[in-house]
């Protein structure tokens, strides 16, 4: 099976309301795991990169090529895409000309109209090649540089003038932040998503900053349109973990425990079990490939 656009998964969800889990890949043991996870709990699942990431990947095509050649080396069938995470007008533009199946232009940094008019552009760019396409509005916070912000509540009148263009899933803030929740969060604010998935006619809408936020929260969300949800410190934080235990017992020491392929093996499995708890007991999308 070829890599499939996100179209057809997130519309699947959001009317069976459950949602694709997106999981950030970081090099080829992510990608690995991740696949690993997916194809066991028979799940779809969106791989995302952001540009960051690809850069350290080696650029876009690389990661195309690597993604699409594990993915007929694993034996994949069930549905993956592979979407650009937090793009920028010529990140998004790049992608689609490399080969991913899904964008998300993110224009939230510009005003509503220059983010409409570049939204607009890269929709239609991107549906004329086949590529599903994700925008966002209102910006999401997060740490940077020790300073965790609050999150952003999105404007509902400014999600329906994206969401009007024929975007495919719209990003919008509704207290989500990336990065570790900090202990006083004030959890995702469903009365504000409950009036923008009124106010763009019930279209999918994604979670961003997916990690830790508690079950009932998650399932919550699920029932008003969220469909697709972003993971990315979750998996980083359960392969730092496996990998510390591994050293800290003395097994790089042991034998060739110093072998790459040994020492990132508990990190690698940590990795396909928490993919697999998250769409089997957060996201329901076990079991839908
Ligand atoms: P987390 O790192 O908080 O899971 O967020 C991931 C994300 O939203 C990527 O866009």
Not at 31 to 55: D, W
Not at 133 to 146: A, L
Not at 276 to 281: A, G
């Amino acid at each position: 099976m070829v890599m499939v656009n996100a179209t057809e998964m997130v519309n699947k969800a959001h009317e069976g309301h459950y949602a694709i889990g997106a999981f950030n890949i970081n090099n080829m043991e992510w990608t690995k795991a991740i696949l690993a996870g997916v194809q066991k709990a028979n799940s779809p699942v969106m791989l995302q990169v952001s540009e960051g990431a690809a850069k350290y990947m080696g650029g876009y095509k690389t990661v195309v090529d690597m993604v699409r050649d594990l993915h007929d080396f694993m034996g994949i069938t069930v549905p993956v895409a592979l979407h650009l995470d937090h793009g920028t007008y010529e990140g998004a533009k790049a992608c689609i000309e490399a080969g991913f199946t899904s964008v998300m232009f993110d224009g939230s940094h510009y005003g509503i109209e220059e983010n409409i008019a570049k939204s607009k552009e890269i929709i239609e760019l991107a549906h004329s090649k086949g590529v599903s396409v994700e925008c966002e509005v209102g910006g999401i916070g997060g740490t940077e540089d020790g300073v965790t912000s609050n999150g952003e509540l999105a404007d509902p009148a400014e999600c329906k003038s994206i969401a009007d263009l024929g975007v495919d899933f719209l990003a919008a803030g509704i207290g989500n932040i990336h990065g570790v929740y900090p202990e006083n969060w004030a959890g995702l604010n469903f009365e504000r998503l409950g009036e923008i998935d009124e106010a763009i006619g019930h279209k999918p809408i994604v979670l961003h900053g997916g990690s830790g936020i508690p079950q009932d929260q998650v399932k919550k969300a699920i029932t008003l349109g969220v469909s697709k949800i972003n993971v990315n410190t979750d998996l980083q934080i359960v392969f730092a973990e496996a990998t510390r235990a591994y050293i800290e017992a003395g097994k790089d020491r042991a034998g060739k425990g110093y072998d790459p392929r040994k020492l990132l093996k508990p990190g690698t499995d940590a990795i396909t079990e928490k993919v697999i708890d998250m769409v089997t007991s957060f996201f329901g999308s076990a079991d839908k490939a």
